[in-house]
């Protein structure tokens, strides 16, 4: 339990820096900023509580929107995504 802690805080600390430091400076075409950030949430296992994949997305995507200054766009995006997360894995 307390391994997995450990391997998804890191996970998280390293996907926000990866993203905030490098990720939001390389940009396709022009247009183009590659979000690798979002991965974290997809990651989580199966049977993690939805209150905390919840509480998760919020916490990454305010930590996204400090490197950004972009005002809540990533937190409302990850909160709509951990919560329609719980929707798609029962359906399948």
């Known amino acids: ?44 296992p199966f049977e993690t509580p939805n209150w905390i994949v919840l509480l998760l997305g919020f916490a990454l995507g305010v930590a996204i ?4 200054s972009t005002l809540g766009m990533h937190t409302s995006a990850t909160v709509f995504m951990a919560f329609c997360r719980a929707y798609l894995l029962k359906t399948s």
């Open 65 to 68: 929107d400090s490197f950004t």
């Open 1 to 44: 339990m307390i391994g997995n802690v450990i391997k998804y805080g890191a996970s998280f600390i390293l996907l926000v820096l990866f993203q905030g430091l490098i990720l939001n400076n390389v940009e396709f075409g022009g247009y183009v900023v590659p979000f690798l950030y979002v991965f974290f949430i997809l990651s989580l």
